[in-house]
């Protein structure tokens, strides 16, 4: 008689799919979910290797991570602790322009300095005399060869197709430069690459215009991946960055993913119902449009991005020459106290309370880790622009920045609307791992608990079943999955059972390498990798191939 591996018996399953939960037992054979069955239904047990009573829990599919940037750490976090415990079982990486490949060897200089400017290499622990891949293909089997303990859909960066060929050069690429990206483009998606990223605030990303997005989107579309974006702004020009990607998505004809859709800075608060009023908009007109949001009010990313954008164009190091330079250091110090017009100043209608800064290892400075721009400046008896300028110069400008921008209001508004997905915007990092010392965003560690929690449980956002369905079945339709996102018979066993009366992040912007709770069992492939809490320290995770 045939042994099934495990029933997971008496659970409230949530199927993905957003209608109600149902009492059921699962059967899971061979890394598939063998059987539904109703409850009480099975009678022996007897034919089964393991059974888990999972009365008074709540069982789902595995979370997809739509928003990634654990690339690199997989290297180094094959475990993927701080994905896993939240009960993501697959990570979409290489997102906001940045991916691993393809990687042409003329263009790996330019290259690495944009992946650490993104937080990804970590001290350039990754240097690139040992990178010997060239394309996403080679950098993912040599991953998944030592082992991942979740699924992998990788993205391609434009930033990295666009470094590659052309370096950090401020021009439109030439005919040969644009047939060249397309054909790295087109050889990544046929080997099975999940569509394209942009991150359109970095540079060399942002000194793409929309053309150069269409033609590449277009290559996208002929392979039915998709196109997520960083948009050009998420301030004061949101309106124009939405219309730009509705636009680019409309003309190529590519499904399209806004990332991390927010209204930032004081000036767009309260805006959100219009922005998805847009999006529901290009909807009707048969814009194919998702996005992705994470649950906080502040946002990561590299301390470069404070400054004005003719002085960060070339990068951090010669952002700290213009620093050291008298006439342009002035001008620095004019635009960031009387910012021109035209510029999406991140710190429009913010105080310096509002920032903190994190990526410290100077041993004077160590201590600055997690402190806002301005105890930093009481720190070093200097005004905030001062304290930031000479910081960031120590550091080489390797430095990361938290900033309060958002309202919780619209955060809510946003969460409501039936496009949106869930993406983490963080990386596979663990508590005692070599980022644990490190300050990171908690959105790294709390993400999708804290839609459960706070967002489901506790505030009534949305139903639980809306917002199972938004870090599920939706985001696997979106990226072509077949066999995953849903519990139904035949589906790969990606499946998280937690207590929802109990479920809770605990990562903090003080304090954020800390597991959620209330996270019981999470499987990978039917291969339990969280079990009664803890990490069981199996690696079932695949490189995922789109169409698969
Ligand atoms: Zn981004």
Known sequence: MHMNELIIKNSTVIDGTGTPAFPADIVIDNGRIADICHAQEIKTDTDTKKIIDAKGLTLC?????????????????ARAESKVRQGVTTEVTGNCGGSPAPMITSGRRDFMEYMTH?????????????????????????LTATGSAVNIAPLVGHSTLRSNVMGYKNTIPNPDEMALMKHLLERELEQGAFGLSSGLIYHPGAF???????????????YNGIYTTHMRSEGRFLFDAVD?????????????????????????????????????????????????????????T????????????????????????????KRVIHDMEHPPLEWDNPMEGLSWDKVLLSGFTQPENISFNGLTMTSIAENLNLDPLKALFQVFCMEKGDLNMIVFSMCEQDLMTILQHPAGMIGSDGCSVSSDGPMGGIPVHPRFYGTFPRILARYVRDKKVISLEQAIRKMTALPAEKLGLKNRGLIKKGMAADLVLFDFEKIADKAAFDNPHQYPTGIEYVFVNGKAVIQNREHTGKLPGLQLLRGE
Not at 213 to 221: F, R, T, W
Request: net charge negative; hydrophobic share 35%.
């Open 208 to 222: 793409a215009e929309k053309e150069e997005l269409e033609q590449l989107a277009g290559i996208v579309k002929k």
């Open 244 to 300: 730009e990607a509705l636009s680019v998505a409309e003309k190529s004809g590519v499904s399209l993913e806004i990332s991390h859709l927010k209204c930032e800075t004081p000036v767009q608060w309260g805006k959100a119902p219009l922005i998805l009023e847009k999006i529901d908009q290009a909807r009707k007109k048969g814009i194919n449009v998702n996005f992705d949001q994470y649950p906080y009010t502040a946002y990561g």
């Open 302 to 329: 590299g301390l470069l991005e404070i400054f004005p954008v003719w002085a960060k164009e070339n990068g951090s190091a010669e952002m700290t020459a213009v620093l050291n330079d008298p006439e342009k250091r």
């Open 61 to 77: 599919p595995g979370f997809i991570d739509m928003h990634t940037h654990s690339d690199f750490t997989l290297l180094l976090e």
């Open 118 to 142: 993104l937080g990804q290499l970590y001290n350039q622990e990754q240097p690139p005399e040992i990178w010997n891949w060239d394309t996403l293909d080679t950098f993912f089997t040599q």
